[in-house]
């Protein structure tokens, strides 16, 4: 089936209140592109390619050095076939997503990234410099006037001239600035700068109104010990002659902290003082110096909750918006106290009102980012990208999910920075009334050719990336390439009706939880069915690493392939398969069904 089309009005009927409930979307296994690193990488990924399908692309994350990506390299990608990307755009068995030859995941996922920092200059001095706020000044206990530094969120060009949307850091203190055990503060604005280039060094920032190139803050103060401002945002270009900044708020209380909100500017003037907040129905409310009301405890400024700030938009299409994560930049919840869930999807289809999908595009079991290293996967600043050349700007029916990942049992020192390449199609109404999901993430079994490690020769079946180890902090296993695609893993429990994260009875009729195992005692791998929700049911001497995903109880008549538990005795390994002799080797059990497509 192709890509995105224009929302038939049949679809719109089907699906009644929700017209998003004919989109289908897959994921391929991920790669591993940089890492494991102690780099700050703490922000989204910024690409910017001056010329898509040639040198140089850039790669923009956090302060620090970007990396220079050469259009064409002979240098093999991090790990060599480690992270799996030598399938990508080339098997139709593994992945089924075309090529994207000579666009910007080819070009990362064929240089190594450690090899060639584009010189010793750091991201501040390099592509911009921390501006002040021009509406705070050091007047509260304990507030200074330090800058913690900025980095560019998101870039887009506008007829002859590159837009850099950059996320700044003053004034702040991360440390005890009162000396009292309080921990430290910061406060956020949003700046604009321009180049004709897009080249290191050529970047000014867009005056005006009085302001060094500040376009969206809040007259909020700093307070000691929490994060204020509006920050952490990106910019996407409307069809309809506006540039548009998803923002995320931050104050002392639940009222605004971590909500989202929408400001714009005509693309003809994005100067400061012509950007507008959404409030009260209308773009109204100036977004420089936004009057942050200190007694409610909420800015000039309608909020979404949760939907998040890393948006693109895909022009052509009744999609105007898609916005990955959710609050925290991280995270999705079902409803307010559930378990956590995984990379949420929101889609608008006015850049105003949103749909978040009830099933994430990645589950996970925990948001551990404080008292690392801890027993669980971590996933940061998750963003959608264009497939060919970095921008926010994405093709019809396919693009890529970036994100910073952490693995279990390693602590925030090995990040690596990863990437779903992705397909978005339509279901049609008969898929819709069969109750097709609409999220999957492939399961795929992989084969180490390594010689001399605990793994070597043998097989593992997951939907992450097994380069990442898990012994301890750091640790990789080299060797590792994918072997054979079995279906897709659902990433939420279907036909509860309440919290799709846990199967409710409803639930458990269909479909079971499948974890995978670590035996810390061999270095092996298992799939198995979880019966003790994220905490897992893993056997003595196995630790429950993640919940994998979910698969059917029975065949189902939109097609699913049948996934069997399976054990090497000779090579003492276990792995899965669609084959019900496990290729020849013994028969452990029928774990479930997964989506055939």
């Given at each position: 089936?192709?890509g ?11 699906t ?11 994921l ?8 494991p ?14 010329t ?33 990307s ?17 666009g ?25 410099q921390?501006?002040p706020?021009?509406?705070?000044t ?19 060009k ?8 950059v ?11 009162l ?39 809040s007259?909020i ?6 994060v204020?401002g ?5 910019m ?6 506006y ?12 009222s605004?902290?971590?909500k ?14 012509n ?15 936004n ?16 939907v998040?700030?890393s948006?693109?938009?895909?022009l ?10 959710g609050?925290n ?23 105003k ?5 009830p099933a ?11 008292g690392?290293p ?18 926010s ?17 390693n602590?925030?020192g ?13 279901l ?8 097709v999901?609409?999220?999957g ?13 605990s793994?070597s020769?043998k097989?593992?079946?997951t939907?992450?990336n ?11 296993e080299?060797?590792w ?8 893993v659902?990433t ?7 919290n ?14 499948i974890e ?14 979880d019966?003790?929700g ?8 196995w ?11 029975s065949?189902?008549t939109?097609?699913?392939?049948p ?5 090497n005795?000779?090579?003492n ?13 013994t028969?452990q059990?029928l ?6 497509n």
């Amino acid at each position: 089936m192709g890509g995105i089309s224009i929302l038939p009005s049949q679809y719109v009927t089907a699906t009644k209140t929700n017209p998003l409930s004919s989109i289908k979307i897959r994921l391929a296994p991920p790669a591993l592109t940089f890492g494991p690193s102690t780099v700050n990488m703490d922000t989204e990924p910024t690409f910017i390619c001056p010329t898509p399908g040639s040198s140089p692309c850039y790669v923009l994350n956090a302060n620090q050095a970007p990396w220079e990506i050469a259009a064409t390299s002979t240098t093999t990608g991090y790990g060599g076939s480690d992270d799996g990307s030598q399938t990508f755009g080339t098997s139709t068995q593994t992945t089924g997503y075309g090529s994207v030859s000579g666009g910007l995941t080819s070009q990362i996922m064929a240089h190594n990234f450690n090899a060639s920092p584009l010189g010793t200059t750091t991201l501040t001095s390099n592509w911009s410099q921390p501006l002040p706020d021009n509406t705070i000044t050091a007047t509260s206990p304990g507030i200074s006037t330090n800058q913690c530094g900025s980095w560019p969120t998101s870039t887009y060009k506008v007829g002859s001239t590159w837009y850099m949307l950059v996320h700044n850091e003053g004034p702040c203190d991360y440390s005890d600035p009162l000396g009292n055990g309080q921990i430290g503060y910061t406060n956020e604005s949003m700046s604009l700068w321009q180049s004709t280039t897009a080249a290191p060094g050529s970047w000014t920032a867009v005056t005006g109104s009085g302001s060094p190139g500040t376009i969206i803050s809040s007259t909020i103060t700093p307070i000691p010990g929490w994060v204020t401002g509006i920050g952490d945002s990106t910019m996407i270009p409307g069809s309809d002659g506006y540039m548009y900044v998803y923002v995320t708020f931050y104050c002392e209380l639940d009222s605004c902290s971590y909500k989202n909100g929408i400001a714009r500017a005509p693309m003809s003037n994005m100067a400061p003082g012509n950007w507008m907040f959404l409030y009260g129905g209308c773009f109204c409310a100036p977004a420089l110096n936004n009057y942050f009301d200190s007694v409610a405890q909420i800015p000039h400024a309608d909020k979404i909750p949760y939907v998040g700030s890393s948006a693109a938009t895909m022009l052509g299409t009744p999609y105007k918006v898609l916005i990955s994560d959710g609050r925290n930049h991280a995270y999705w919840r079902h409803y307010p106290g559930s378990n956590i869930g995984g990379i949420g999807l929101s889609i608008s289809l006015d850049y105003k009102t949103f749909y978040t999908f009830p099933a994430p595009l990645v589950n996970y079991d925990f948001l551990n980012f404080g008292g690392r290293p801890s027993p669980d996967d971590l996933y940061l600043y998750n963003i959608l990208r264009n497939d060919y050349d970095g921008s926010s700007t994405l093709a019809e029916g396919h693009w890529n999910l970036w994100g910073v990942y952490v693995p279990p049992n390693n602590s925030l020192g090995s990040r690596y920075l990863i990437v779903w390449p992705a397909t978005m199609t339509q279901l049609s109404i008969t898929q819709i009334e069969q109750g097709v999901p609409q999220m999957g993430v492939t399961l795929e079994t992989w084969h180490n050719t390594s010689t001399g490690n605990s793994y070597s020769g043998k097989f593992r079946t997951t939907t992450v990336n097994p380069y990442a180890g898990v012994t301890s902090d750091g640790a990789v296993e080299p060797g590792w390439s994918q072997n054979s695609f079995l279906g897709y893993v659902m990433t939420n429990c279907p036909g509860s009706t309440y919290n799709v994260q846990i199967c409710d009875s409803n639930g458990a009729n269909i479909a079971v939880r499948i974890e995978e195992c670590w035996n810390t005692g061999n270095d092996n791998y298992a799939l198995q069915i979880d019966t003790n929700g994220t905490s897992g049911s893993c056997p003595s001497g196995w630790e429950h690493l993640r919940t994998i995903g979910w698969l059917y109880k029975s065949p189902q008549t939109f097609g699913t392939n049948p996934v069997y538990s399976c054990y090497n005795s000779s090579a003492n390994y276990y792995f899965s398969s669609n084959d019900p002799a496990c290729n020849g080797q013994t028969v452990q059990s029928l774990l479930g069904y997964a989506l055939a497509n």
